[in-house]
């Protein structure tokens, strides 16, 4: 009985701060300060794995930030999940503010203003798209942890004004092996073609609308590459069996519009110290 009792008062009294281990709160300031206080930054791994879209981190992976992260993840202290995904929604933030910056850029409207056209002058949601834990790990643990950030993060982002929902539509197609002890290109070869989009998913996901991949941290960010891979295979064959029933004669059928206005980008909670000292913009 003392087993489920102290689960259950560690959820509403968190016994210890999931960052340093203060006792009585579920992160305390100065860890929070660790996680949520700074500017989130581009980052970008080196090498970069190919077809890596533009990422945002909100904090280093080091510290307190690695304590809280491993907490949620290995030990279930969902009571973290509040502040980590607040800082996941800044790196969104971040990444939405900086979409202006990039060579190129055409002056698409922002999703920081809270609203973004879609085909038509559609309102659009900003969408969500955790990378996906795998089947194994997610029974182990009893949840996934980026998932459950996803969601916070979303709610984070619409408390602030921008409508933006999660689909949680990409699943493993393979089994892969243990990361931990691969290089980037590993773990690039490790996941190449692993993931896709469910068969349900397609649809929702090319309405229109920015796509922001979301992950708890990025070291190599082979898993990001290959989660963006997967959406933009997805829009491919759309793009294809769209034009395939044109020639067929159906003049009616409309594709999916892929622009500067819902491409894919990412963000993560946390991405490896040396990701933010290379500065390539």
Not at 119 to 140: E, F, N, Y
Not at 176 to 194: E, M, P, T
């Amino acid at each position: 009985m003392r087993g489920w009792w102290q689960d259950l008062t560690d959820l509403v009294l968190p016994a210890e701060c999931g960052g340093c281990g203060r006792p009585r709160a579920a992160l305390c300031e100065q860890c929070g300060a660790g996680l949520c206080g700074r500017e989130p930054r581009r980052v970008r791994p080196d090498p970069e794995p190919r077809g890596l879209p533009a990422v945002h981190a909100a904090a280093p992976y080091e510290d307190a930030v690695r304590a809280v992260l491993l907490a949620h993840k290995e030990r279930g202290a969902l009571g973290l999940v509040g502040p980590l995904g607040a800082a996941l929604a800044g790196a969104v933030r971040a990444g939405l503010r900086d979409e202006t910056r990039y060579p190129g850029d055409t002056g698409a409207p922002s999703w920081v203003d809270g609203t973004h056209g879609g085909s038509q002058g559609r309102t659009v949601p900003l969408t969500l798209v955790p990378v996906p834990s795998a089947r194994a790990a997610v029974r182990a643990r009893g949840q996934d942890p980026v998932r459950r950030i996803a969601f916070a993060a979303a709610g984070e982002l619409r408390r602030a004004g921008v409508p933006a929902r999660v689909l949680a539509v990409l699943r493993q197609r393979r089994a892969v092996a243990d990361q931990s002890g691969l290089d980037s290109r590993g773990r690039q070869a490790n996941l190449a073609g692993a993931l896709g989009v469910t068969a349900g998913g397609g649809r929702m996901l090319v309405g229109g609308g920015r796509v922001v991949v979301v992950d708890d941290l990025m070291t190599t960010g082979a898993s990001l590459a290959e989660a963006a891979r997967a959406i933009r295979d997805l829009h491919t064959e759309w793009k294809a069996r769209t034009v395939a029933l044109r020639e067929l004669g159906s003049g009616a059928v409309r594709g999916p519009e892929w622009g500067r206005g819902n491409e894919i980008t990412a963000a993560v909670v946390a991405a490896s110290p040396d990701s933010f000292e290379i500065n390539r913009n």
